[in-house]
């Protein structure tokens, strides 16, 4: 904690944390580890089974059951997040007004109750590459949300991720800009809208993608759902990309091919 602090660790497991006292935020979130407005460098870390319930009785939700980012600056590498839960937003990492880059980072398996499974970030432009996210689940951006932050994606992978509304890989929300560069979204499901990528109030720009194979299980109105992609009131720009076998399920049962 603290503008003038720097940390680091490296080859360390991060395990087993929890996050539940009612009180100050710090006792809710990061259950793995918070980080209040510090620099802190991460690198050769296993961040694992940490969860961050929060206080319910108390009206109070945890975030951040990895990692908790707010005002912060962090550079994170050759690091696992996996099978990290939160009762709210970013399962894995919850980053808000920080600077974060992450260098060949894997979330796998983490879980956020609303958004955000693998990682969620708020009023930040996080910048990724080659980073994997695989079968994270949340409400909406199972793999990554983004709000109000243009996010930087070079390089990464969405598969096998699944939400439980929309963006089953990736969810762009309210001026969420982001720049997506050789990205591939495989084998992702959302229940209704964005079976890989739900972009609300964002423009993105999407150049060398790739989104195949992603599934709108549960659309109840037909050719509307997005089994690749579904925007709302967002203007993404396409390039040099591929969106096919993608698919939608109404709520008779059959299934269409859709963006």
């Known amino acids: 904690s603290g503008g003038n602090t720097t940390a680091g660790l490296d080859g360390f497991t991060i395990a087993g944390g929890l996050a539940n006292q009612p009180g100050t935020f710090n006792k809710q979130n990061g259950a793995g580890i918070l980080n209040n407005g510090a620099i802190l460098t991460l690198q050769n870390l296993l961040i694992t089974h940490n969860e961050a319930p929060g206080s319910p009785g ?32 970013g399962g894995g990492i919850y980053n808000e007004g920080s600077d974060l880059i992450l260098i060949a980072v894997t979330f796998s398996n983490n879980t956020a109750v609303w958004d955000g499974g693998g990682l969620y970030n708020q009023d930040g432009s996080p ?20 709000l109000n932050g243009d996010a930087s994606l070079t390089n990464v992978t969405f598969q096998g991720n699944n939400a439980s509304s929309r963006g089953g890989g990736l969810t762009n929300a309210l001026g969420s800009d982001s720049l997506l560069l050789n990205v ?32 709108a299980t549960t659309c109840t109105t037909p050719s509307f759902c997005g089994g690749g992609l579904f925007n709302l009131n967002s203007s993404p720009q396409i390039r040099n990309s591929l969106i096919a076998n993608n698919r939608e399920r109404s709520n008779t049962g059959t299934a269409t091919a859709n963006l």
Do not use: C, K
């Not at 059951?65 to 839960?85: A, C, E």
């Not at 079976?195 to 423009?203: L, T």
């Open 58 to 89: 108390n009206g109070q939700p945890g975030n951040g059951g990895g990692l908790y980012n707010i005002n912060s600056s962090s550079v994170i590498s050759n690091v696992v997040i996996s099978h990290n839960q939160s009762s709210r937003y």
């Open 127 to 146: 910048v990724l590459q080659n980073v994997l996210f695989s079968q994270n689940q949340g409400r909406s951006g199972a793999g990554m949300f983004t």
């Open 184 to 215: 591939l979204f495989t084998g992702n499901e959302a229940d209704f809208f964005g079976g890989a990528m739900f972009n609300d109030g964002s423009n993105p720009t999407l150049t060398q993608v790739t989104i195949s194979g992603n599934w």
